[in-house]
């Protein structure tokens, strides 16, 4: 498929989909081909249907849910 990412990046981040494994972890959240944010996760529903970025600085906690499109990449 033309312009799909690959599995994996060069410094070795791969897509994950058990976001429920993924709490404690630094994670980008990707949706298309944009970086939406870097984070922590704080939360993860079992299901691995979303996940919560954790506060930080000026950026308050975030919700993402995976049925909109969004990816995580650890």
Not at 14 to 27: C, E, I, M, N, Y
Request: overall charge negative; charged content about 25%.
């Amino acid at each position: 498929m033309l312009g799909a990412k690959p599995d994996r990046t060069i410094t070795g981040r791969g897509l994950r989909k058990d976001w429920a494994q993924l709490t404690g972890h630094t994670v980008e959240v990707w949706l298309s081909d944009d970086l939406v944010m870097t984070g922590v996760v704080e939360q993860a529903s079992d299901d691995d249907s979303v996940l919560w970025i954790a506060a930080a600085g000026a950026s308050t906690r975030r919700l993402f849910d995976k049925s909109t499109g969004y990816q995580v990449w650890v």
